[in-house]
């Protein structure tokens, strides 16, 4: 049997994640994401390769969906209803409950922007009643063959990791993770499982991140210089996730330096967002956990709503706008106003996609930028890259691949050349075979399958009670090629034979049986079939 | 109650026929109630049993009930575990219950291999799972066996019996060492399989045997020894990046234990970005090899990975493991500190307290180097929220050496940030000025200017004079001029500002000195011109400036322990009650801290590493003279017995280094080795007299100690007084035979060598032997670790003179006998001890006066008397001065010098400081 694995998005990119696996005849797609660099047809993952007659009910058993993220989440709507596929989709609470607003809320920007309108409110509101919410680590079964599980990924609030499970085959399908913890938000969370394949996202497949409290020291330090000398600082973020991290960090190094100078949240989602984090406590990390009762880390102390009219006004402020990236909206109107002084900081959380003017801030040192055709921004304000980044670096990713040891690994979500170093790195270090499929190609892996197999009762007898043997065998260890002088010493190793004394007999048009050694004479002089 | 008793009695009874059938359980429920109620009579409970035994076969409620008789009725529980006995003998689960109960008070129970071997490979798997995780401790099944059987299951299909064996191994290497490598190094390498074993119970279990057994393996090969440690370490890195909470914390517990590690290995574990492949110096053999780079990566970030993580269980893991890794690499240290330093601003108070702890043990062995760099985070601690991380700051503080004037000065300020934030830390501030003052004399001098403005200003306006700042900034004057430190340039008006602070500052001196010399000091010194402000002699009554450097004249422990701590009373209440009991628990801790450190600190004795050894020796005593103490508590005794030992053990390094081929010929201080000699020779029989209650091997150690001194002795002294030193080596050797045939010790090897040294050196000559086999000798001894467990009490004495001083002198008439009113104290002092006065002038005479305890009826804990000292010699003189103080005669030798007429036999120890009695002749006019 293998795994049939279809890339329909965030093939050797990011943007649009969508990967469908076929096992055994089940269908699983994982992610619905739409491309936020494109406004064509490329925006959506192309779905007619799932099925050519789009047929989308009789062939995928269920739709899982990581988290909210627009790359993640954002064609569901348009697949549901646009689409017609009326099968399952999995999620996980926080994620149901943050889904309609994300997706409302592009829905809006759109509309602003007056492009063709793909999906209306009232289709996200019968996108949502498919959606059926899981807890983590609760095992569902999708059907009478398929099981999936979600575990803990970090990331966002309500991230997870999907595991799924077709008769013997077994895989799990990142989204995308943090392996370490940060203000908010724990790190990724497995069990030790036997995987035949293991897809992860790899944004930072070539970064190795230092200790994170270096990078918090350097931000709170150039905050705090900019807004020592009069100066403004623009954060702009997506509502979730980034914004409530760094708020926390700076709420809390606020109160400990007694600063007075006022930090805002651009009115619209981000305040919204504040009270559901408050909601969702459990999915955040230990500490806030522990605390929440005493006083709820998402409460900021000195956090106040930010209006149109202060973008002018004098003194120092921070600043919290969205969206991220500075793609648009409010952040750019933002961006405008306060780029072309040198007092002012810019900080870019994470990553940024090709095209926007974030992305273009970060690569070198622009003194103009042009928003269209007829607007030119002067930047002589300070821009400080953040290397806060909700995503794992190449070692988290090694380390999560070396823990969890599967038969394959695949990438997606990531840039191409990085990728395959990281390919070239996990096939020599740990020995996996590593795949980096481009969007719409289709990779097989082999898979294993158990055969059930009967067995005698003098095999179960002998296998419930221990047999083990000590072997006396001369190691050839390659761990100690360098030693010098040393002396093969035999080494001893330990030997249960219990499975060993077992014989697999396999008869013609009868279920495999296995029986005890012993048996096995007993039943050739009945049975010449025996193999 | 008895009623009840009565109606409940018969039913046992009253089926006696019918006990060949199973007992019901309502009848057993009824049994249990009787069981367990204490007033059930005796003859109830054996007729219970008596009942249960004869039923035909033993269930697991029997067992059960004859469990609860054996807990409940010690009188019966013999007969109640040996009717246990026959079900062991079958390999089932009730066999298991039965063995539980047999061996529950932990105690060992003999039980045969073939029992062992049949329950382990028996069908019930909770009971292989019970006999694998406990066999080794509760039966005493040979190791060989056990190691085996452990080993076979640890490729059990049932993940309980791979931890339980694990487990079992564990427990096992506690035991003891084994001989067999190959047979450690299987176990070794099975328990490194298991790190990767699908359920995290037996990986928390394979982490524990890869951190024991592994370095159980490195210890076995000194030639592999850096190999397998960087192995283990690299083995436990790994294991930092686990899934589970429980492994990743366990993984940091076993780095705990590393004693060596490669500093490239070390450094790496700081990086998660895999490096230095050209730098390593061949730790590992040749140039950059595959294994360093596959080592390399295992070990790659682990510590940051740890301080990052999400629970604070792995971090404060983390920060206790880098105590140890600390020590071994300066590098290592100085880069561990950066990251130590964010922990200071982490969200959990019990990581932030660790991290602190761990400076404070960076501080203790010097390896604390605060730059500038780290002064925010780390004076940031002391405004801290929490009152254990600000304490824990300053503890620091109390020892550390800064090296720049701005550091000091930016302590200064954040410490009287603290006392204005937090008015409740007084009494600890204080006396962290007072240290800060006496570690860095030279700043404080730097700034006394605008102390002095400061303090000027304050006593003019009386602005300030509420406020805590002043005698803050006061005591900083005044402990910076105390042990003769030169400081001229302090204003003597100063001291009398301090003056009138006294009540407040006195205990920030506690340590030194106690309120009354504190105020003689101040007086001196504000009255001198600044000339001669150095050297000033306090001789005057009772009082003394006790001295830290150099003890050749008080032959008695420092007073730090001895003199009276008088706290005032609203202080006291100040303290939270349970601050008090566990004071006496953290001086124990803290003893036994010290003690092991001493023990770790002898191999670089014996390798010459004088001034290092030095060096940690004097942090720990300024460590110990920080200790808290409550008056009360028998916390005094064990910091008097670790001061003792510890002055000790700095003169056996002193002693130590004429011992090395380097400075054996350096004829520098054959006088000085003699004196160092001398006190070493004191000092041990101090510690042997001037402590009761030591175990017999305790007694041994101390034993083993007084040995070692006098083989040095007669190794490097020259024959003045070799033959006397060798009858008291003789006389100490015997007893030390005594106590090892009654006990059941064995000896070290230094003492069996001497042993065969003393019996040839009788035979042939009956006088001493080469000072070369002496030296042989001494090479094989080793310090042996002392583990105080609150046993042992210090012998002591307090002496004074009542109803005079130098003012008002005792009148004498010459000629005529005077007597010396003395008020005595003694503590811990049995009715078999010989104890004596002493008196002595300064012309030489010496007297002594015998003291009849049995005339002193009161308890051997504490007894307070007062006596009256009849002295004879009264000369022409007009004025006498007369020392007198308590010695106890040494009971264990009795070999002495001179045999004076009238005096002691043997050696005195003194018991006290001694006091000067002032005499003046009675005018006729």
Redesign the interface.
Known sequence: MAIETLVLGAGQEVGKSCVVVTINNKRIMFDCGMHMGHLDRHRYPNFALISPNRDFNSTLSCIIITHFHLDHVGALAYFTEVCGYSGPVYMTYPTKALTPLMLEDYRRMMDRQGEEELFTSGHIAECMKKVIAVDLRQTVQVDEDLQIRAYYAGHVIGAAMFYAKVGDTEMVYTGDYNM??DRHL??A??????LDLLITESTYATT???????RE?EFLQAVHKCVSNGGKVLIPTFALGRAQELCILLDDYWE?MNLKVPIYFSAGLTLQANMYYKMLISWT???IKD?YSKHNAFDFKNVDKFERSMIHAPGPCVLFATPGMIVGGFSLEVFKHWAPSENNLVTLPGYCVAGTVGHKLMSGKPTKIDLDPNTQVDVRCQVHQLAFSPHT?S?GIM?LV??L?PKNVMLVHGEKPKMMSLKEKIHS?LGIQCYVPANDETVCIPSTQYVKAEASDTFIQSC???N?K?QKCTSVDI?N????G?NL????????ERAVEGVLVMEKGKQAKVIHQDELLLMLGENKHGV | MDSQIETLEPEPESEPNQIKQTLSLHTLSSMRALIINPSTPKSTVSLILETLTRSSQLTHHTVNLLTDIATHHPSLSQLALDSLLPVTESPTRLAVEALAALSEPPRRVQIDDRVFVSV??G?SVSA?EWMVLNAGYRFGVRPGLLV?VL??????PYPNVRAGSLEGLVRLSERGEFHD???V??CY??AVQLL????DCVRLCAVRVVASWGLMLAASNSD?KA?WSNEVFAKLCCMA???SMKVRVEAFCGLRKMEMVSEDFLLQSL???VSGFGKQKGT???GK????I?LA?RV??AI??G??????EVRKSVCQSLCTLTSLSVEFGRLALD?LM?ML?D??IVVRVQALETMHHMAIKGRLKLHEKHLYSFL?ALVDKSWDVRCAERKILKLVKLNDLALFKSSIDKLLENLDSYPQDEADVFSTFSHLGRNHKKFVCLIINEIFVQVEAAFEGNVEFISARIPALLILTVSASLLNADVGSIPPVMFSYAVTFLSRIYNAFSDVMDRDALLAFLCEKSRCTGDSATNVNLGQGEQQLPLFEGDARNEVIDSEIDCHITRELEEVANYPIEQHQSVYNEVINFTNYVLAKLLDMWPWIQSGYTNEVLRSLRCLKEELATMKFDSLGSSDDALAFTSLYLRIIKLLAEVWEHLLPAKRWCSQGMGELESKLGKLDRRVKELKSRFIGFSAEEELIVLELMLLAYALRLCKVENCCLNLTFKRLTAVYALVESILKESSASPSNFTVELGKLLHESSICTGASSSPLQFDACLKLFSLKQFVFCGGIKHIKAVLSILNTDSEHPLPFVSGLPVGIPCEITLHNISSESRLWLRMSMDDGFMGFVFLDLNCFKNSEAVRNFTFVVPFYKTSKANFLTLKVCIGLECSFENVSPIRRFGGPKRDLVLLCKEKQVYLSKVNKD
Request: charge should be neutral; glycine fraction near 4%.
């Open positions: 370490t913890p724990g790190a969370q497995i069990d030790r499982l036997r190795i991140r230092d200790s994170k409290y270096a020291r400990r990390s230990q500490k605390t670096d070692k380390d070396k823990f040891s270090e419930l009670n221990p083990f000590f761990c090629s360098t030693m010098i040393r010493i035999p080494e001893l190793k330990i030997e249960d | 382990c490979f069908a292989r085996a080993l076979g299951f640890t490729k059990d490598v190959s047979l190094e299987a390498r099975r990767r074993d699908m359920e592999m190999y990046r686990d899934m990086s998660k970005r590992l053999g040749q090899s595959e294994q360093f596959m990566t790659a970030g940051v990975h301080l990052e993580d999400e629970f604070f990251l964010d601003n969200g959990s940031c």
